[in-house]
T-cell receptor
């Protein structure tokens, strides 16, 4: 099993550009999450999904969009990138009510200049 | 009030001593509580989960939960330099779907 994979590892965007951060898991987990982590801070929940076709907002959803067309994939879309979106983005997945452990991907480090 | 609060530290503890990390949460209906460890530049990794009041021990780690006080803690016995990391408290609230993290406590074990 590859676990949770994220691409790209690093990306530099210019203000106003758009991009999609990819996340995939091969553990057949229903629940998937997107977090951002600013330097020296904890994780802030952006969006989460409890299954294909179902998504919901977290703590800091503004400026982002998600979709969940399959169990495996949960891409995060940034429209009109802003410097405030400079952060490390982590994707995670978990089995609902089955230990609850979240498995994290390696992260995407995004800089918006 | 933040949903999950931790002291940011840094917390400095001598090698071999007990490190005590604390976390409070605001949602009284919270169901599950987690401690993650995160090394610099790495992803968080789960070290403890706790679901009911009391203590749960796993090796050198003990998680303590007090739902009445909305308080969860992590004790690390016989602290080692390899324990130096940021410790994140996470809580699954009454909505059962979201997991919210605290801001993390940076722990430094000095030789």
């Amino acid at each position: 099993n590859a676990g949770v994979t994220q691409t790209p590892k690093f990306r530099i965007l210019k203000i106003g550009q758009s991009m999609t951060l990819q996340c995939a898991q091969d553990m057949n987990h229903n629940y998937m999450y997107w977090y951002r982590q600013d330097p020296g801070m904890g994780l802030k929940l952006i969006y989460y999904s409890v299954g294909a076709g179902i998504t919901d907002k977290g703590e800091v959803p503004n400026g982002y969009n998600v979709s969940r067309s399959t169990t495996e994939d949960f891409p995060l879309r940034l429209e009109l990138a802003a410097p405030s979106q400079t952060s490390v983005y982590f994707c995670a997945s978990s089995v609902p009510h089955g230990g609850d452990e979240q498995f994290f991907g390696p992260g995407t480090r995004l800089t918006v200049l | 009030q933040k949903e999950v609060e931790q002291n940011s530290g840094p917390l400095s503890v001598p090698e071999g001593a007990i490190a005590s990390l604390n976390c409070t949460y605001s949602d009284r209906g919270s169901q599950s509580f987690f401690w993650y460890r995160q090394y610099s530049g790495k992803s968080p990794e789960l070290i403890m989960s706790i679901y009911s009041n009391g203590d749960k021990e796993d090796g050198r780690f003990t998680a303590q939960l007090n739902k009445a006080s909305q308080y969860v803690s992590l004790l690390i016995r016989d602290s080692q330099p390899s324990d130096s990391a940021t410790y994140l408290c996470a809580v699954r609230g009454s909505s059962a779907s979201k997991i919210i993290f605290g801001s993390g406590t940076r722990l430094s074990i000095r030789p």
